[in-house]
């Protein structure tokens, strides 16, 4: 009770850096639970709305509900890892007053089961809102009856279990990692901003999780040309469709595993390419590159979600734009379910789990930018070189999140492209470059605000009040 009490505590104080991830919570839950409600309500309606158009609904909520678990788990473990960094501080302060590192991470524990609790409770209720609208939507653009909504307590039950289960399993690994720091070494840190290196093992697991995905991707295509002389060509185009939206994901979660390594290292490859001219931008440009550099645990935060969002857009519209233009070379022109409704709806869920998480990992670290926007002032910074620094790193973080998106969506549409080519002649591979263009400013607007936007109000405060906030944090 003692640990419960300091964690409840502890909460009501640091409750703003919880309440910068909780979007991702709330948004992950929403969306987990919708799409298992879709599938069951689906598959109770075959009776009423066709056994085919059952079927088939009841896939489309499927894979939203497995990808957004395959997106959950990268995504929520860097939104809680970011919340436990954050609390380094606390946690230095509690180890150095004589707590032992088992009660640490019981506090840090029954603060994120707090928060993820509340956050799952809310995404539940508004899943079950949510869904009468979706299953007519989806419906309505394939021209099928739309299923009655069914709300079944122990799917809605399970669905906010399992996204309970995969921030704390998320969260008791970092803070078990955060307990391990010496106090001292904690306190540097947290004022610092820089997180240590993490062990050879720990890379080592990393890129054999990397590995065991393409892998995985590797089977699912094999598997699909072993069969593939025994389907119609209506259900291997089905089946390739399926095989192909998959292998988005998954690669995006074998690239969050070497995100750590990789992050850094691109950044600082490709933004050397590009001339900072004038005497603002010039050392703004080196400043920024620097700071990214330094905090790679930080970037590869903020980049896995933006990744993810990137690959699943780029990826979903490249698949609509190469089928159109396949089934054109073969003159047809009836190819069904390429509205813009239709392509988000494969992969929509884990979408809008990609884009909350972004924006709140990027919010999440508003208080270590803000002090290091402060000491940027003290060495000598302009106001106008410290409000144009959160724009510059938002830069780079949306050029680094891009390069690996569009990896991940080229994986997705070659899969794709070389399924087609097992049972069609004549396959086409297209890629909306304006639409592309479209999704990378939308995505640079949107990572621009939250990386500024939080930041303004503490570039009006002295620079030695904000640092002692961060520190205090």
């Not at 993810?308 to 396949?326: P, R």
């Not at 790193?393 to 949306?398: C, D, F, G, N, P």
């Not at 995505?443 to 303004?456: D, I, R």
Request: net charge positive.
């Amino acid at each position: 009770m003692t640990a419960t009490r300091i964690a409840l505590a502890d909460l009501r104080d640091s409750w703003t850096a919880w309440l910068s991830v909780s979007l991702t919570f709330l948004v992950t839950s929403t969306c987990t639970a919708l799409g298992a409600l879709c599938l069951v309500s689906s598959l109770a309606a075959r009776d009423t709305i066709g056994k085919m158009n059952g079927t088939s609904l009841a896939a489309l909520a499927g894979m939203n509900t497995i990808v957004c678990s395959l997106v959950a788990l990268a995504v929520v473990g860097s939104s809680t890892g970011l919340v436990v960094t954050a609390r380094r501080g606390a946690v230095a302060r509690l180890l150095l007053a004589g707590a032992s590192p088992g009660q640490v991470v019981r506090v840090l524990m029954v603060q994120l089961a707090a928060v993820t609790l509340t956050c799952t409770v809310v995404g539940a209720a508004l899943a079950v809102a949510l869904q009468p609208t979706i299953l007519r939507v989806v419906a309505e653009d394939r021209d099928m009856p739309v299923p009655a909504a069914t709300v079944p307590v122990a799917v809605l039950a399970g669905a906010t279990l399992y996204c309970l289960a995969v921030a704390l399993l998320g969260g008791l690994r970092q803070a078990r990692r955060a307990t391990r720091t010496p106090a001292v070494d904690a306190l540097r840190d947290a004022s610092d901003g820089v997180v240590r290196r993490t062990s050879g093992w720990s890379r080592a697991g990393r890129w054999a999780g990397f590995v065991a995905c393409f892998a995985v991707i590797g089977f699912m295509l094999a598997g699909f040309a072993a069969g593939v002389s025994d389907m119609s060509d209506s259900d291997a185009f089905t089946n390739i469709g399926q095989s192909s939206a998959f292998a988005i994901p998954i690669a995006g979660l074998a690239f969050a595993l070497v995100a750590p390594s990789i992050a850094g290292p691109l950044t600082r490859a490709w933004s050397r390419l590009i001339p900072a001219p004038g005497r603002t931008w010039k050392p703004v440009w080196h400043l920024a590159r620097s700071v990214v550099g330094a905090r790679t645990d930080r970037l590869a935060k903020s980049v896995v979600p933006l990744m993810f969002a990137i690959g699943m857009l780029v990826g979903m519209t490249a698949f609509s734009d190469s089928l159109v233009a396949t089934f054109e070379r073969l003159g047809r022109t009836d190819l069904e379910g390429t509205s813009a409704i239709s392509t988000f709806s494969i992969l929509g869920l884990p979408l809008a789990i990609a884009v909350a998480g972004s924006v709140g990992n990027l919010v999440m670290m508003s208080r270590q930018r803000d002090a290091e926007l402060a000491l940027d002032g003290i060495i000598g910074a302009t106001p106008a070189q410290q409000r144009l620094l959160p724009v510059v790193e938002a830069t780079l973080i949306v050029g680094t999140a891009a390069i690996l998106g569009v990896i991940i969506a080229l994986i997705g549409n070659a899969a794709l492209v070389w399924g087609l080519g097992q049972f069609i002649d004549d396959v086409a591979f297209s890629v909306p470059l304006g639409m592309l263009a479209a999704i990378l400013a939308s995505c640079w607007v949107v990572t621009v605000a939250a990386t500024v936007l939080p930041s303004l109000p503490s570039l009006r405060r002295p620079a030695p009040k904000v640092i002692a906030r961060l520190v205090a944090s």
